[in-house]
C-alpha cells in the first residue's frame, strides 16, 4: 500500500515489514510500530479519515494511527472478522473497510457519531440493505457516495438515499460492464471520467455523469491486459 497523506508525508504499507513514514522534506524513512510490541502485519491499504486519522486495514485488524498513539480493532471490537483489505474515508466522517476473506465477506464502516463506549463504532452493513459479496474494491466519491467493487459488478452507497426514496445500496441500471464481472480498482479522473478495471477483462471508462443513464455504453481499452 502507498498513501500521501494531507501534508505530503507518505505512508508505505508492506505485506511482512508493517508501516514505514517517509518524509520528503528531511528526507528520513521511520519504521512505525504499534503500541503492542510489534507492527502493523499484512498492510494492504492506509487512509487519511476526515478526522485527518491515519486508518491501517491489515491482516491483524484495523488500526487508527493519530500523534503517536496507535489503535488496534478487531473482532472484540465489533469488527466481523480481523483480516481486512480495503478501506476508504467519506465526507460524512466515515471510514469505510471490506474484506472478502473469511466464512462472510465483510463491509464495515466507522460511525464517526459514536463518540462512547456505549455506542457501537463499527457497523456491519448487512443491517442496512448490503447484500454481502466479496468487496474487492472500494473508492469514495465528491458527493460523498461510496463505490463498491465486487463480485456481480459495481455497487453506489448513497448518503442521502433514504431522502430521496432510494436503497443505499444500488447497481447502476445501464452499462452491461458495470453490472458483471470482477471489479478491482476505480478512479475518477479530473476531466469526470470513471475509470474501471475488471478481474480478466481489461480497463474500462464512462463519464461519471453518464453512469446512471440506462443507454450509456462503457469504451473497453483492448491494448491494456491482465
Known amino acids: 500500500?502507498?498513501?500521501?497523506?494531507?501534508?505530503?508525508?507518505?505512508?508505505?504499507?508492506?505485506?511482512?515489514?508493517?508501516?514505514?513514514?517517509?518524509?520528503?522534506?528531511?528526507?528520513?524513512?521511520?519504521?512505525?510500530?504499534?503500541?503492542?510490541?510489534?507492527?502493523?502485519?499484512?498492510?494492504?491499504?492506509?487512509?487519511?479519515?476526515?478526522?485527518?486519522?491515519?486508518?491501517?486495514?491489515?491482516?491483524?485488524?484495523?488500526?487508527?494511527?493519530?500523534?503517536?498513539?496507535?489503535?488496534?480493532?478487531?473482532?472484540?471490537?465489533?469488527?466481523?472478522?480481523?483480516?481486512?483489505?480495503?478501506s476508504a474515508a467519506t465526507g460524512d466522517g466515515s471510514v469505510w473497510f471490506g474484506s472478502d476473506q473469511g466464512p462472510a465477506n465483510v463491509l464495515v464502516r466507522f460511525d464517526a457519531s459514536a463518540t462512547n463506549a456505549s455506542q457501537r463504532r463499527f457497523i456491519d452493513?448487512?443491517?442496512?440493505?448490503?447484500?454481502?459479496?466479496?468487496?474487492?474494491?472500494?473508492?469514495?466519491?465528491?458527493?460523498?457516495?461510496?463505490?463498491?467493487?465486487?463480485?456481480?459488478?459495481?455497487?453506489y452507497f448513497n448518503p442521502?438515499?433514504?431522502?430521496?426514496?432510494?436503497?443505499?445500496?444500488?447497481?447502476?441500471?445501464?452499462?452491461a460492464e458495470l453490472k458483471r464481472g470482477y471489479t478491482m480498482a476505480f478512479l475518477v479522473d479530473s476531466n469526470k471520467t470513471m475509470w474501471f478495471g475488471k478481474w480478466q477483462n481489461r480497463l474500462w471508462r464512462l463519464p461519471y455523469d453518464k453512469i446512471w443513464d440506462p443507454d450509456a455504453v462503457a469504451e473497453q481499452f483492448t491494448g491494456v491486459t491482465n
Do not use: C
Not at 27 to 54: C, E, H, Q, W, Y
Not at 130 to 137: K, P, R, V
Not at 160 to 175: I, K, M, N, S, T
Open 160 to 175: 442521502q438515499a433514504a431522502a430521496q426514496g432510494q436503497e443505499r445500496y444500488r447497481l447502476p441500471p445501464g452499462v
Open 1 to 86: 500500500a502507498i498513501h500521501v497523506d494531507p501534508d505530503g508525508v507518505v505512508w508505505l504499507g508492506d505485506l511482512n515489514a508493517g508501516v514505514t513514514r517517509y518524509d520528503p522534506v528531511r528526507n528520513t524513512f521511520v519504521r512505525m510500530r504499534t503500541d503492542k510490541s510489534g507492527v502493523f502485519l499484512t498492510v494492504t491499504k492506509i487512509t487519511t479519515g476526515p478526522d485527518k486519522a491515519l486508518w491501517v486495514a491489515a491482516g491483524t485488524g484495523i488500526y487508527r494511527y493519530e500523534t503517536g498513539t496507535v489503535e488496534n480493532f478487531t473482532t472484540v471490537d465489533g469488527v466481523p472478522l480481523s483480516d481486512v483489505s480495503l
Open 125 to 155: 452493513t448487512k443491517e442496512e440493505g448490503y447484500a454481502g459479496q466479496a468487496i474487492l474494491g472500494l473508492a469514495s466519491d465528491a458527493r460523498g457516495g461510496l463505490w463498491l467493487g465486487r463480485s456481480g459488478g459495481i455497487h
